[in-house]
Each structure stands twice: as C-alpha cells, then as structure tokens.
C-alpha cells in the first residue's frame, strides 16, 4: 500500500515554496520527502533592507507555476498522482498569502483533491518529522521559531490539536534584528548571515546591550514575549556616540554584541518555558537558526539543563512548502477532514 501523495505550497513571506511529501501507509511507518523547491525573491529586497510585501506577492505569482513543475519533476510523479494539496493560509503577508492560497484552491479544483489549509507557524513544527535522520517527535515539546517574520514560543502537547503560543515578539522579529543592526553598520541584507560574518572576530562581552522584555519581573510572570526594538535603538545610539566623539565603530565587538543580546534572550526564554512547564525538549525553527552562535548557545545552555535540543536540517528550518505537506500528511493520517474552499488569507491566523 502507498500513502497520500501531498503538495504542499507555501506562499507566507519571501520564498515560494513548494514541497511533494508521501504521507505514511500505516501507523508508525515516517512520512517520505520527495522533493523540496524554492524559489526566493530576497534579492528583489535588498536594495530595499527588507521584505517589501507588494514585490512578494508578485515575486509569488511569477514564480509558483514553474515551482510545481520543478518539484513534480524531481519528486518523480506527475501532477495527476498527487492525492491532496496543502497550503499555508497565515500567518504572513496578505497578498503573499493570497497568491498561494488561489493557486491551491485552483489546482485541488481542478485536480478533483481535497485541500487542506494549514498554519505557517504549525508547519514549521512539522518540518520536524520529515527529519529522517532523527527519532520521532515526542511530546510534550518547546518549539522557538525564529525567522525574519517571526519569533514566537511555543508548547506543543500535538503537532495537529494541541499546540499553544507561549509568547512572541511584540515588535520586530529576531530576524528583522539582524537586517535592521545590520543595515545600521553598512552591512548589506539580508543582515543574518553578515553579522554572523563579522561577529567572528568581535567580543560578544565588549558592549552590554538591552535584553528586552528579560528583567526578573518578566521571567517571574513567566512572561514569554520579545522585543527587540529597543536593542536595534540602543545600537544605534551607541555607534552615533562613538561617531560623536570622533572614533571608530569597533563593527566586530558591536556586531558580536549584539548577536549575544539577541541569543541571550530566545535561549534564555525557551529554556525557562522548558523549565516551567517541566518539558526536556526543545525543538528550533525558522531561519535565524542558522545562526551558529544560536545553536551553539541553545546546545550548551539546555544541555546543562537538561534538555534535549532537535533541530532539523536548515533546508526544512526555512520557510519551505515540504513542512506544509508533511502537516497535511499527518491530517490526513489522522482522517482529519479538508478544508471546504470557504477559507482565504489571514495575516494573524492564530496557532
Ligand atoms: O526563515 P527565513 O529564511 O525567511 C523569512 O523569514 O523570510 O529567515 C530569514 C531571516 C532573515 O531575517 C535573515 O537575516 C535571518 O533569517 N538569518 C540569520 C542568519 N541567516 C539568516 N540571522 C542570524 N544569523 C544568521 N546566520
Ligand atoms: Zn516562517
């Protein structure tokens, strides 16, 4: 027996993703990836330093009919053997969102499919489990998903009923951080990979930056979100005082500085959820975890917590459309109904 063959499409932010996933055939067994194609529009960003939404959805719309083409192809089926589409319906960006979920609903129509809409947020989760290389999920988990559209900590009792949001960013996501910091120091976008670069050689101590939202008040109330705002401020105020007096901006020690607030803070706080909910496993997500001190941190601090650290392989950390097909996969695998064609976009689609 062979289990559903799922195309997943996901369309939240920059990257156009689409992903052919074989949902199990029987309970234990692990759903399979088959393929995994992005098209990414970041370049058409970078002379803006961010993600600019209008230029995404278009990006979206170009790019979508040859990304399924791609992926049927290296996934070695055809478009008529898929059994059911996924797709991300938020949250993200409006328009973004938009284009994938019209070309979702237009491909089960006339496929004759069931589709089923997932959450963004959620399928970061379930990238997880298309990890071959790891043991199944277990759960209880802590999940941190970092990315440069969000930042949120989550408690995940089951990948497909039970997942709730601890905290988020108030502000900017951790990603945004890093491009806006970066930006501040003349460092091209996106700012993740640059301030990694140059923090290389920097002191992570040299500069004592705000860890916002991290006073004993906040970690009393068990409070979870973040904000980053006021470091990107406070960085800035301290290269203009620097410049003030006429001296050089030690870009090293300011971009490894930083780097430290902002792990500081989501390791910080994912380890005190683990802590507080009595939860050893702690699951990382998004695109800011390619951030090597990020891992490192994360890697060092649970350990000596006792907690178990998962992270998949950075190719499913990214927003991808395979996380999207395996979370469908697993509905499916459960006899969760599909979505009726009812749904749209919603930016703040809750978990
Ligand atoms: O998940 P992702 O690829 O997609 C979007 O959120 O669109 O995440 C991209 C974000 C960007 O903000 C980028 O600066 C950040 O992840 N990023 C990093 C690193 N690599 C990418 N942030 C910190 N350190 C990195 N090495
Ligand atoms: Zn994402």
Redesign the pocket.
């Known amino acids: 027996p062979r289990g559903p063959l799922v195309l997943g499409i996901e369309t939240s932010?920059?990257?156009t993703g689409i992903g052919i996933v074989r949902g199990r055939s029987r309970p234990g067994e692990r759903h399979v990836l088959l393929s995994n194609t992005i098209a990414s529009s970041?370049d058409e960003h970078a002379r803006y330093g961010g993600?600019v939404p209008e230029v995404a959805a278009r990006a979206h719309l170009e790019a979508l009919q040859p990304a399924i083409e791609r992926a049927v192809a290296e996934a070695g089926v055809t478009l008529a053997e898929v059994d059911a589409v996924a797709v991300t319906s938020g949250p993200g960006l409006a328009g973004a969102l938009m284009v994938g979920v019209g070309a979702a609903k237009a491909l089960a129509v006339s496929l004759d499919k069931p589709l089923y809409a997932v959450n963004h947020l959620v399928g970061h989760i379930a990238a997880d489990i298309l990890d071959a290389d790891a043991p199944p999920l277990e759960y209880p988990t802590v999940a941190l998903l970092?990315?440069?559209?969000?930042t949120s900590l989550l408690l995940v009792r089951d990948l497909t009923s039970d997942v709730e949001l601890l905290g988020e960013t108030v502000d900017d996501?951790?990603?945004?951080a890093?491009?806006k910091v970066?930006r501040i120091l003349g460092l091209p976008?996106?700012?993740?990979?640059e301030?990694?670069r140059a923090a290389v050689d920097g002191d992570p101590t040299a500069i004592r930056f705000p860890r916002g939202l991290s006073r004993a008040s906040d970690r009393a109330a068990h409070r979870y979100d973040f904000s980053f705002s006021g470091l990107k401020t406070a960085v800035a105020r301290w290269i203009e005082q620097r410049e003030a007096a006429g001296e050089p901006v030690p870009v090293a020690d300011v971009a490894a500085s930083f780097?430290e607030a902002v792990v500081d803070v989501l390791v910080g706080k994912a380890l005190d959820a683990c802590a507080q909910h009595g939860v050893p496993r702690l699951l990382l997500g998004?695109?800011?975890i390619?951030?090597?001190r990020?891992r490192d941190v994360a890697l060092a601090r649970a350990e000596a917590a006792g907690v178990t650290v998962r992270i998949p392989p950075l190719s499913l950390?990214?927003?991808n459309g395979a996380m999207i097909a395996a979370l469908a996969a697993e509905l499916i695998g459960e006899g969760r109904a599909p979505s009726t064609l009812e749904f749209g976009a919603d930016s703040t689609l809750p978990v």
């Open positions: 932010c920059d990257e970041m993600v970092v990315s440069g559209g969000h996501a951790a990603g945004e890093f491009d970066a976008y996106p700012g993740g990979p301030i990694d780097r998004g695109g800011v390619a951030n090597r990020l950390c990214t927003d």
